[in-house]
């Protein structure tokens, strides 16, 4: 599997300071208070591997009721910030590429993602959930949370490769301006994705948000 793109990880290293702005949108908050409940009781008794953990948003729900959470993010800036968040006492921090999850050594019951799938180009959606799966024990319980095509309306898509990857620019406060990679995968091409090594699938469509759940399947 290809590495994350440097382009990728710069724009979110510079975006770091000011990356919970998306959280503040007033037309999200509703899906928010729903998300968040959604996301404590979910990880509740779990200990959880987050990937692409960013500052820490989802974490601070995650950790309400897991037993243990290692957030992993590529970027140091954006977890340097999470143990300011509340309800991180249970939580561990490792800058890791989510392209190199085998590097972790120990094994989880569930898993999260959120505002991550979306990122991750088409033709490596699969590999990307295997090498997942790979760091989790059998039943263990996995969660994907992203943006719906809602987003669209603030940040249009401005291109599209020859994958069906689609991409947004993006400017900055420092002026800089990024070419994102921002896919929005489907019920069925998520489903297509994990139907192998996995049960139990449930896909919801929020206005703003999509979840996606499933459970790895026992040998």
């Known amino acids: 599997m290809e590495s994350s793109d440097k382009a990728m990880k710069a724009y979110y290293r510079r ?11 007033p037309e999200r908050q509703a899906d928010l208070r729903y998300l968040e409940s959604y996301v404590a009781s979910f990880f509740e008794n779990k200990r959880v591997l987050e990937v692409a953990a960013g500052t820490g948003y989802w ?20 977890l340097a910030q999470i143990k300011q968040r509340p309800n991180t006492e249970s939580v561990s921090v490792k800058n890791i590429d989510a392209y190199a999850l085998e590097e972790i050594k120990q094994t989880f019951n569930a898993a999260f993602a959120g505002l991550w799938v979306s990122h991750v180009p088409k033709q ?95 040998p």
Not at 15 to 25: G, S, T
Not at 59 to 75: E, M, N, P, W, Y
Not at 159 to 187: I, M, S, W
């Open 124 to 218: 490596d959606l699969a590999d990307f959930i295997q090498l997942l799966n790979g760091r989790l024990e059998a039943g263990a319980s996995v969660l994907f949370i992203d943006n719906s095509r809602e987003q669209c309306a603030r940040l249009p898509i401005t291109y599209t490769d020859d994958k069906g990857n689609t991409y947004q620019n993006r400017k900055l406060a420092d002026g800089t301006a990024h070419r994102v990679l921002k896919n929005f995968p489907t019920e069925a091409e998520l489903l297509a994705a994990t139907k192998d090594v996995s049960s139990d699938h449930e896909y919801l469509q929020l206005e703003n948000f999509w979840l996606f759940k499933y459970r790895i399947s026992s």
């Open 15 to 25: 975006r770091a300071p000011v990356y919970d702005e998306v959280y503040e949108y």
């Open 59 to 78: 974490t601070q729900f995650i950790a309400k009721g897991a037993t243990s959470v290692l957030a992993t993010d590529a970027t140091d800036q954006a």
